[in-house]
């Protein structure tokens, strides 16, 4: 299990190079395929090159329980906080918080080490997207031994991006309030 060190770690130095042309849809769910390049730590000029896919979910709308809200305590906060209560109470039909769901489908996913330096290897994975223009693909520089925190830091930074995208809609399908 990785350490607190080796997360932050990961977190620090993995670089989305290319990030799907889309983002991920309100009413369905979105399937993004990926390209995560690390460099191996015990071998010179070794890269290796993780492929394979991540299914979003469809967000869900969760809305809060109004009986839970009933017991939450504003006692000692003074007018202000009481009347905060009193506002989430009045209006807790209102708020509601997106959930997103991924799949990550690992049978389908494949691995090579390629004997190049890993800024040639991005260069030519870069290239060679470009050529094929698939807008779903997202190539993603990692650590080698946190690779799947460096996978979980692109699909965090797919939600913060998708997420304004997501309440719009549906805020215009009169979903949210």
Not at 58 to 87: H, W, Y
Not at 131 to 140: D, H, L, R, Y
Request: with cysteine.
């Amino acid at each position: 299990m990785p350490s607190e060190f080796d997360i932050q770690y990961a977190i620090e130095n993995t670089q989305v190079l290319h990030e799907p042309d889309r983002r991920i849809d309100t009413f369905g769910s979105t399937q993004f395929e990926f390209q995560l390049v690390s460099e191996l730590m015990d071998e010179i000029n070794a890269t290796r090159i993780r492929t394979g896919q991540i299914t979003a979910e469809k967000p869900l709308i969760l809305r809060p329980d109004p009986e839970s809200m009933a017991d939450f305590d504003f006692d000692g906060f003074g007018p202000q906080g009481q009347a905060f209560g009193n506002f989430l109470r009045e209006n807790l039909h209102k708020l509601a918080v997106l959930k997103y769901g991924f799949r990550f489908k690992m049978d389908d996913m494949q691995e090579e080490i390629v004997h190049e330096p890993i800024d040639q290897v991005c260069d030519k994975l870069k290239e060679a997207l470009r050529i094929s223009g698939k807008p779903m693909n997202a190539i993603i520089q990692g650590v080698d031994e946190s690779w799947e925190i460096s996978l979980l830091k692109f699909t965090v930074e797919m939600i913060e991006k998708s997420q304004k995208i997501n309440i719009f809609d549906f805020h215009r399908r009169g979903l949210l309030g």
